[in-house]
Structures are given as C-alpha cells and as structure tokens.
DNA sequence: TAACTTGACATACACAACGTATGCGACCAC
DNA sequence: GTGGTCGCATACGTTGTGTATGTCAAGTTA
C-alpha cells in the first residue's frame, strides 16, 4: 500500500518541481512567481512552503534533481569511453568533460545550476545536495592520480578546476552569436588545459 | 567651472555606487534595499531611478568598476612580472592568473562580480561595459599566440577558460574550510593546467 | 536682475510577491 | 467511528520595486 499520504505528497513533490524547473529556467529564480509556479502544478503556494520551506528550499531542490542528471550523464559518457588501458581513462576524462560543456548548454542547466544556483545557494562546493557533478569529477582524478596517470596534484583542486572550466567554458558558447561554431573550439580549449595535469610519459 | 549641476550629480552617482558597494557585497544583490542604500548615501531613490534607471542599472554600473579594478590591478601584476624574455611573457600570464584568484577572495568582488553579476546581467562576456578583465587575459594570450609561445588555440576560447578557472578557482578556496591554505594548492593547480596551452620546446 | 526653462532629485502611490498564521478536510490509529 | 495528525488551501500583513507627480535650485535669455 505504501501510504497514501506520503504517496501523494510525493507526487506533488515531484509536480512542483517540474513546474519550477520550468519557470526558473525560463525566468530566471528571482522573476518567478511562486504563485504561477503551483498553479501550473495544480497547488497553491501552501504545498509549496510546506514542503521546501521557502524559494530557496525548492531551488535547492530542483538544483539537486539537475546535478543528478548531470553526474548519471557523465557516468554514462566516461563508462563508455573508458576500456581498460590507462591511455582510455585519460579519454574518459576528456569525453566526461566534454559532455559538460555541451550538457550545459542545455538553458535549464545553465539558468538554474551554473547562474542562479551559486547566486543563490552559495558556491556548488558548499551545496546541501551531495554534489554529485563533483564527486564523479573527483573520482576520475583521484583514480588518476593514484595510478600515476595524472600529475600529483591536490585532487579536490584540480577537480574544481576541471569542472569549472568546463561549466564556464559552456557559458561563453551558449552567450556567443555562434554557438555551434564555437562549441568545438571550447572543447579543444579545455582538453588542451587538461592535459597540463596529465603526467609526463 | 564644469558645470555645478554635473559635478553634483557626478558627486552623487560616485555615492551611491559606493554604497551599492557596501550593500551588495553585505547583503547580495536580491536582499539589498535601495531605500536603505540610497539612504545611507544619504538620498532617496528618486536620485538612484534617474540615474541608473533600475537596480540592475545599478548592479551594472557597480560591476564595471569592480572589473576595472581588477583588469588595473592584473596590468599591474602582469607588468611587473615581464621582463623582455619570452620566458617571461609566460610567467607573466601565470602571475596575473594568480592574482585574480588573489583578488577573487575579496567578498566584495566574490560576490557581486562572480555571484550575482553573472545571475543577473548574464555572462559577463556580454556585459555592456568593457569588460576590461578579460580584454587583459585577451591581450596576453593574443601575443603569446602571435610569438608561438602558447600553442595556436582559438584566443577566445583560451582566454575565457584561463580567466574563468581562475575566478572559480577562487570560489572554491573562499568556500573551503580553510582558504589561506587551500590558497596555494589552487594557484598550483591552475599553473599546472595552463601550462597545457604552453607550446612545446 | 528678473522672468522663464531645465533637470536633478524627493515624495506619494500602486502593485506584485514573499512569508506566516489560521482553517479545513482527508487519511491513519485504536 | 472517533480523535488525532498532517498535508495543503485560504487570508493577511509586510516589504520592496517601479512610476507618476511635485519641487526647488542651477542655468539661460533679455
């Protein structure tokens, strides 16, 4: 049976959600109306602070959702580059990189999770939500320093690094006249700074 | 003579610039009153509305002397650094590099240049002001290009990703337990992948 | 210098949005 | 089935932005 309360809350939950996801993206958090928001939800602003407390309680909430998805996607992307050879998880890591830049041309994700979210919420780094963009990040470079295929740099350091200049790289496409243009040129441009970390062969 | 009219209204502009200032980097931008900061600049927002035209008419014009004083201080640096070997142009790079992060540590510039400025004026490779932060980041890697000091990379892309890993570096070490500390692994780090646009000897 | 014009700024008002306090009704326990 | 709980709706107070209007000093012309 589950509960048919908590089903339904969680229901709503997810509903709101959506529709903030929605408004926040095309918005921007601060020109969003709570109102609008569960009214599209089908709810009022009662679930809303019932359930997420205040505005800021559901950006964090649609910031965690995105974050997810994002590390799930790089998961995927690295998985699928990544063989067994050392050379391979150097790949790994540039093709992971890759697929930030271009998942953050996504409007949702550069809106709410690379704009707003930091605005907001304070630095990723400090985020309620376990981060998970990060940690997949970090884990590549921990593997690779461990292993001796990266330099012996501060991992946490180097994580940032890697994922904020691939973040930020994806700003400056999506705001350029170009995008499409450019996106390629960003990507050459991040995997050349990578291979500074890269170990000497 | 001037004109007593302007040099008042200069007079006042520079006031309440100052105090957006203050305000925004205690409060951030969205919890900021402009009834309490055209207060303690001791006007109303009458003079803020005819001058700025909104808060985010504000927000710009506090942002472009932030960035001014940056890209000033980074020439500083920059030049102080350059000798007349193109061993040193490099350096010179790395130095400036160093000094935004330095300089990112600084709340005011930490929160209203890379917080909220971004979240509310958009990327800053749009802002309507100059931009003279990355112009300087601009100049350096169009010379080394030019003099085959930095591999031949798209000078756009290379000069938004060294000046964005710099000011998210930055974030990073203000948001970490201990930022006098992580400070130095970060400049290493952000060395070590620049050194990956370095050409080959 | 006196009348007129301009414009920088103050004042007053309308409206939108957030957060909270209160109320209601459906689900669960016994 | 009755009392309690809790998820959510309703109603209200407060704050803050933007605009429309008023005002007075600095400039202009004769």
């Given at each position: 049976m589950a509960g048919k309360r908590l089903e339904k809350m969680e229901e709503n939950r997810a509903k709101l959600i959506a529709a903030a996801r929605k408004a926040f993206a095309e918005k921007g958090f601060a020109n969003a109306s709570m109102d609008d928001l569960t009214a599209d939800a089908g709810l009022t602003r009662g679930a809303l602070y019932h359930n997420f407390g205040d505005k800021r309680g559901l950006l964090a909430a649609v910031v965690e959702q995105l974050d997810g998805e994002m590390a799930a996607r790089a998961r995927e992307i690295g998985a699928k580059s990544a063989g067994n050879g050392e050379g391979d998880i150097w790949l790994a890591l540039l093709a992971e990189g890759a697929a930030y830049i271009e998942m953050a041309l996504d409007p949702e994700i550069q809106r709410?999770?690379?704009?707003d979210g930091p605005a907001v919420l304070g630095d990723p780094s400090q985020?309620?939500?376990?981060n998970s963009c990060l940690a997949e990040t970090r884990k590549g470079v921990h593997a690779m320093v461990e292993s001796g295929v990266?330099?012996?740099?501060?991992i946490e350091a180097a994580s940032r690094l890697l994922n904020g200049a691939a973040l930020n790289a994806a700003l400056w496409v999506a705001a350029s006249d170009n995008p499409t243009e450019v996106l390629p040129k960003a990507i050459e441009a991040f995997s050349l700074m990578a291979c500074g970390l890269k170990a000497e062969p």
């Open positions: 709410i999770v690379l704009l985020w309620p939500s376990q990266m330099k012996p740099v501060d």
